[in-house]
């Protein structure tokens, strides 16, 4: 009989949360100026099952895989903004930089290890966690500026963790593969921006949005084969 994960290692996360009133300037590429993210912990991965159990030898053909863990929820982030950020010198040294990113990812499920023996049912993927709720607020008067290929304003995204990869089964009889696991749901997310004054969002690069929001489902993950 296989062992299932710890819990402390499918643990949720606290909530993050960033307020800034000052002037921020990154000059590198793939940098943030503001980066708040809160990430649930993975499931671990869960080794394949031996013919031994505390001791005991477990009749052939009779072995059981674990489960391993689930995914951790990622927990709420909040951006509010009221200074200035301004990312890149428009010569290529902020390419693909981000003026603030916000998010929430849920853990990934962990993956099962396969069996070997005559007859073997493999592991079953753990769930991906959830991502929760992601708010980004600009103040009037407050700027963002990007000025390189692919820099983008502002990102916020909530990502639910994918499901798991079931465990393999290899018997010389009979193997069924195990199921893969739910991907986790993405959470509500939501940019508010005030354009009042001097204030706003500047992009001048090629491919660089302003503001993208986006949440997404974690993706199933892939059943075992027998």
């Known amino acids: 009989l296989g062992n299932s994960a710890p819990a402390p290692l499918m643990q949720n996360q606290s909530a993050a949360s960033v307020t800034n009133t000052g002037a921020i300037i990154t000059n590198g590429a793939s940098s943030f100026g503001i980066l708040a993210s809160s990430a649930g912990a993975g499931?671990?991965?869960?080794?394949?099952?031996?013919?031994?159990?505390a001791g005991d030898v477990v009749a052939a053909g009779t072995v059981v895989g674990?489960?391993?863990?689930?995914?951790?929820?990622?927990?709420?982030?909040?951006?509010?903004?009221?200074?200035?950020?301004?990312?890149?010198?428009?010569?290529?040294?902020?390419?693909?930089?981000?003026?603030?990113?916000?998010?929430?990812?849920?853990?990934?499920?962990?993956?099962?290890?396969?069996?070997?023996?005559?007859a073997f049912v493999g592991d079953g993927g753990g769930t991906g966690g959830s991502g929760a709720q992601v708010s980004v607020t600009t103040q009037a008067g407050s700027q963002v500026s990007t000025y390189d290929l692919g820099a983008i304003g502002i990102l916020a995204q909530s990502i639910?963790?994918?499901?798991?990869?079931?465990?393999?089964?290899?018997?010389?009889?009979?193997?069924?593969g195990g199921?893969?696991?739910?991907?986790?749901?993405?959470?509500?997310?939501?940019?508010?921006?005030?354009?009042?004054?001097?204030?706003?969002?500047?992009?001048?690069?090629?491919?660089?949005?302003?503001?993208?929001?986006?949440?997404?489902?974690g993706g199933g993950g892939n059943g075992g084969y027998g």
């Open 179 to 217: 199921r893969g696991g739910t991907g986790g749901n993405g959470g509500s997310v939501s940019v508010s921006t005030a354009n009042s004054g001097n204030g706003g969002i500047l992009t001048m690069g090629h491919f660089s949005a302003g503001v993208l929001a986006q949440s997404i489902g």
């Open 66 to 118: 674990g489960m391993e863990g689930s995914g951790g929820n990622g927990g709420t982030v909040t951006v509010s903004h009221a200074g200035t950020i301004a990312t890149g010198n428009g010569n290529g040294g902020g390419n693909m930089a981000i003026g603030i990113l916000a998010q929430s990812i849920g853990g990934s499920g962990g993956t099962s290890g396969g069996e070997g023996a005559a």
């Open 43 to 53: 499931g671990v991965i869960n080794a394949a099952t031996n013919a031994i159990f």
């Open 160 to 176: 639910g963790g994918g499901g798991g990869n079931g465990g393999n089964a290899e018997g010389l009889f009979i193997a069924t």
